[in-house]
């Protein structure tokens, strides 16, 4: 069973479209997270999530929203599609404090 | 706030040779380390984690690390490389106090060569 499972693998899309991205993990975990890793593989902190509280990183525009229906899911929904978009994003996992897994991650292209 | 740096973008090695990637790190707390391998086109995977007590840990596939407070670092090594040890590695950290997120490192792209 597949631990931190991200749908879709791959997405293109058009600019100016709207997307999302779900995430499950099936491991209990009480903090979900989205991350972007950029084409230079650097990994920046999007959103964390618990079920008290979520904590936006300042620098990611309001077109990104994550959206919770329950504590092994959170999805990721993307307004307005811009070609700067396109990179990975991962969602991950943690016991507070605790070590994150992550999943395999989803390919956006924006074109 | 927390820092993590990887001086070295990138390190060709020849396959058995033995390798250390650099992980340095800034922090005004108390931090847990990590270090990640990220194989191509795949999810990262934790190889190895400092909580406490002994600084030498030991991780998946051969790898360890060696935590030195004084010097804020956290070097990961393994004694002889393989071909499928190709990929790219992230050094992270994260307050033992909690309340923050994982600060990743920028990477390093470990490429074993026959």
């Known amino acids: 069973d597949t631990a931190v499972s991200q749908t879709p693998k791959y997405l293109v899309t058009q600019m100016g479209n709207d997307k999302s991205i779900k995430c499950e993990q099936n491991l209990g975990h009480d903090t979900m997270y989205w991350y972007k890793q950029d084409s230079k593989k650097f990994l920046k902190i999007m959103f964390s999530?618990?079920?008290?509280?979520?904590?936006i990183n300042e620098t990611v525009p309001n077109r990104f929203s994550p959206k919770s229906p329950d504590k092994a899911h959170l999805n990721l929904h993307i307004n307005s599609l811009e070609l700067g978009d396109s990179a990975v994003y991962f969602c991950?996992?943690?016991?507070?404090?605790?070590?994150?897994?992550f999943g395999s991650g989803t390919r956006l292209t924006v074109v | 706030a927390q820092s993590v740096t990887q001086l070295d973008s990138q390190v060709p090695v020849f396959e058995e040779a033995p390798v250390e990637l650099r992980c340095n790190y800034s922090s005004s707390v108390s931090v847990y380390l990590f270090w990640y391998v990220q194989y191509p086109n795949q999810g990262l995977q934790l190889l190895l984690k400092?909580?406490?007590?002994?600084?030498l840990v030991k991780g998946i596939n051969g790898f360890e690390a060696e935590f030195n407070k004084s010097q804020t670092s956290f070097h990961l090594r393994k004694p002889s490389v393989h071909i499928s040890d190709t990929a790219e590695y992230f050094c992270?950290?994260?307050?033992?106090?909690?309340?923050?997120?994982?600060?990743f490192g920028p990477g390093t792209r470990l490429s074993v060569l026959p």
């Open positions: 991950a996992s943690s016991q507070t404090q605790g070590a994150y897994t």
């Open positions: 400092y909580l406490s007590g002994s600084t």
């Open positions: 999530y618990n079920n008290k509280e979520l904590i």
């Open positions: 992270a950290v994260i307050p033992k106090a909690g309340g923050q997120n994982f600060v």
